[in-house]
């Protein structure tokens, strides 16, 4: 209980944590975004109005150059004062070189000389610009300094003073409002995050389940596959891997029942001789003979059963290693060859070995290859009537040892080919005694880098391919 309920504790944290990531990135991102619209609001009104106050300025003060510039700038105040603020609407100052305001639009002239408000920047021939608040006013103001030229020479500054209060009221407004369209988009992306979390740990949380109800041994549990993301895919990939794994179950109780029918077979014959020659006291010789006979035989058919499962329990628990070693292949095909004709005599098949001359060296575990030829041709014999043909053919072509195992046999069916090398696996006209025989020699080709291949056709016999990697310079070439 204690285990679930830290189970549940962990997926709610990984919704949290997906929520919460979810959040943070439509956080920032709208929060960016608005500091983005925020500061191009700002820029774009204040350039707006500097740029009309710019042009004003310029516009006057191009205006006393070429008109007025012959008479002194004192004159041209008490003269012409109302050429300076015909063309705007801000407030209007001329300040002498020394700062002293010479004239205000306002009527108001301050006792302290300016020496700042962009007055320096225009004293250098250039335009001045200062946005703040002033001391004497609460409104923030912008103001524009220019320099007043009279024959070339700079003979006063011409200052444009603008309030921005209707300004930073207006861009207040378009802030509030993109501030409560970023507050709505925070809000909509939240619960679109929690819908979007849920959709994504739901499909999880069902994975989860099924994957406690197989491991609780319901086999049969599916998901259901509705998506086409990779949440899809997985659930795609958890049901053929409760398929293959219902299916491996299946092949296992087949093979134990398989295997318990097999050993019985013998033991049962074992005991019965057993009985039947402690009873006749050994008075009949051929009794006793036949009864002897048929003990070691079905002695040596269970010992080859427990030697094959021994095999396949070493190949699982990946505790066999080979010996290799660098052989002549010639050797073993003749020694097979003599293994084998003498129960091709006894059933009556037309046994060949073929055996191309000059056969590079290659590096095997020998006591392993043949355990993999006689098998298959033990398999061949076994599927090949009376009369029919079972070969075997080495060649060697560019950088493997090629054997062919060939035979006229009944095949193999199209349902049960891919999968006759598969573990406990017996198709349904096999005669094998537990299913592990091609199972345990793909293994063994494979510890030695090579491959092996089965074509069959039913009813048109049998042909198993099993390439081994040659030595070319003492070196094995793959």
């Given at each position: ?8 504790e ?19 991102s ?14 774009y009104f204040?350039n707006n109005?500097?740029g009309i ?7 006057s003060?191009?205006?006393y150059?070429?008109?007025f510039?012959n ?12 050429i300076?603020w ?5 407030q209007?100052?001329i ?12 009527g108001?002239i ?14 250098k021939?250039g335009?001045?610009k200062w946005?703040?608040?002033p ?7 912008m103001?524009i300094s220019y320099?007043l ?6 003979v ?5 003073t603008t309030?921005l ?6 861009i207040n ?7 409560f ?8 992306g939240?619960?679109?995050s929690?819908?979007l979390?849920?959709?994504i ?18 086999l049969n ?6 998506r086409?993301?990779?949440?899809g895919r997985?659930?795609k990939?958890?049901?053929?891997m409760?398929d293959?794994?219902q299916?491996?179950?299946?092949i ?5 029942s ?9 033991l049962t014959a074992?005991k ?18 036949d ?5 070691e ?6 010992t ?8 396949f329990?070493k190949?699982?628990?990946g ?6 070693e ?11 060859e003599?293994y084998?004709k003498?129960?091709a005599?006894?059933?009556n098949i037309?046994f ?7 056969l590079?060296l290659?590096e095997?575990?020998l006591s392993?290859?043949?355990?993999v030829?006689?098998?298959?041709l033990?398999n ?5 009537c009376?009369?029919?043909n079972?070969s ?9 040892i ?19 090398k598969d573990k406990?696996?017996?198709?349904k006209?096999s ?11 793909d293994?063994i080709?494979?510890?030695h880098?090579g491959?092996?291949?089965?074509e ?6 049998t042909?198993v ?5 040659v ?7 793959r």
């Open positions: 209980m204690e285990g679930k309920e830290n189970k549940e962990q997926f709610k944290s990984i919704k949290r944590r997906m929520l919460v990531n979810f959040m943070l990135v439509i956080f920032i709208v929060i960016a975004f608005e500091a983005l619209l925020i500061g191009f609001t700002r820029y204040y109005a500097e106050l710019t042009n004003q300025i310029k516009l003060a191009d205006f150059k070429r008109y510039s008479t002194s700038l004192q004159d041209n105040i008490i003269d012409n004062v109302d300076f015909k063309q705007t609407t801000a209007v100052e300040i002498d070189l020394n700062g002293k305001t010479l004239m205000n639009s306002t108001a301050p006792d302290k000389n300016i020496d700042g408000f962009g007055f320096e920047a225009a004293l021939g335009k001045g946005i703040g608040k001391s004497y006013d609460r409104p923030r103001i103001a320099p030229m009279s024959n070339n020479n700079i006063g500054v011409l200052r444009f309030s209060e209707e300004i930073d009221k207006t407004m378009i802030n509030f409002i993109f501030l369209i970023g507050l709505t988009v925070i809000i909509i939240s619960i679109v929690i819908f979390s849920y959709s740990i739901h499909p999880v949380k069902e994975l989860k389940k099924a994957a406690e109800e197989m491991a609780n041994g319901n549990i599916r998901v259901k596959e509705m086409n993301d990779e949440l997985l659930g990939t958890f049901n053929y409760a293959e794994i299916k491996r179950e299946i296992k109780n087949e093979f134990i398989s295997v318990s029918h097999e050993l019985r077979t013998p074992i019965g001789w057993a009985i039947t020659l402690n009873s006749d006291g050994g008075s009949d010789k051929e009794i006793l003979t009864g002897l006979k048929i003990i035989n079905e002695s040596e058919r269970l080859a059963m427990v030697e094959e499962l021994l095999d329990s190949f699982i628990s505790r066999i290693s080979l010996h290799k660098l052989v002549r292949i010639e050797d073993t095909i003749e020694y097979i003599k084998m003498p129960r005599e006894r059933e037309n060949q070995v073929k055996l191309k001359e000059g590079p290659v095997v575990d392993r290859i043949k355990q030829l006689i098998n298959l033990d061949s014999f076994k599927f090949t009376i009369g029919g079972v075997l053919e080495v060649l060697h072509q560019e950088k493997y090629i054997f062919l195992v060939k035979d006229t046999g009944c095949g193999i069916s199209e349902e049960d080919l891919p999968r006759v406990f696996y017996k198709g006209n005669k094998a005694q537990n299913g592990l025989g091609l199972s345990i020699c293994e080709i494979s510890m880098n491959e092996l291949i089965i069959s056709e039913l009813g048109a016999g042909t391919l099993v390439k081994i990697p030595v070319i310079n003492n070196k094995i070439r």
